[in-house]
């Protein structure tokens, strides 16, 4: 069987990594996944439980935390947000790859306990490209985008964490530039499963 991956991926808003994450896994296959959050916020219009978000309780959230089963977590506003464990450990011991669409911080997290997974920084071409895709979506006010801006440039001061950066500024070029990355990686993680196993066997 071949090993299986875990593809920790990060980005400011705005630098295409969702988009960029979706095509790679549409033409992995079916061995590639995205890895499915936790958290505490409602649900939204069209959103499926276990699909967008596990949806929980505060309740059930601070139980997970307790009982270890979360691979990293962290609260934003009033609602919490993380990374169950045991998807992740199920997906990767069959020989799947993962991506993990994470932000800077939960991805400083997972990058301490699993230093081996591949860490991949999606960065836009140019602040101003980022500013211009930013505005296109028509969905927040000035003050809004500034601090989107404000974070964006905190978060790519980061990107020299990961093992990996890909400009997103033709979005083919981009998907392939993550593929060969993910191929790439085959040989250099031949032991991912027992590092996996050792990791969360402390979770």
């Known amino acids: ?6 593809i920790v991926v990060s980005g400011p808003s705005g630098s295409g990594k969702d988009t960029v994450i979706s095509k790679a896994i549409e033409r992995l296959g079916e061995k590639a996944f995205l890895s499915v959050s936790m958290t ?13 978000y596990y949806f929980v309780s505060e309740k059930e959230f601070l139980e997970h935390i307790e009982n270890g089963d979360m691979l990293e977590y962290a609260k934003y506003g009033s609602n919490y947000y ?9 997906r990767i011991g069959n020989g799947e790859i993962v991506f993990l669409n994470i932000e800077v911080q939960g991805g400083a997290s997972v990058r301490k306990l699993i230093p081996e997974a591949v860490k991949v920084f999606i960065l836009p071409p ?24 404000k974070i964006a440039e905190d978060e790519m001061e980061r990107a020299v964490e990961y093992d990996y950066i890909v400009i997103n500024d033709d979005l083919d070029d981009a998907v392939d530039a993550l593929i060969s990355i993910v191929k790439g990686q085959t040989s250099k993680n031949d032991n991912i499963n027992e590092i996996i196993r050792e990791v969360f066997s402390h979770v």
């Open 126 to 149: 140019s602040v101003r490209e980022l500013e211009r895709r930013l505005r296109k979506r028509a969905t927040e006010d000035e003050e809004a985008i500034q601090k989107r801006l």
């Open 82 to 90: 993380g990374t169950p464990a045991q998807p992740i450990k199920d």
């Open 1 to 6: 069987m071949n090993k299986g991956q875990l």
């Open 40 to 52: 505490t916020r409602r649900k939204r219009g069209s959103e499926t439980d276990g699909v967008d």
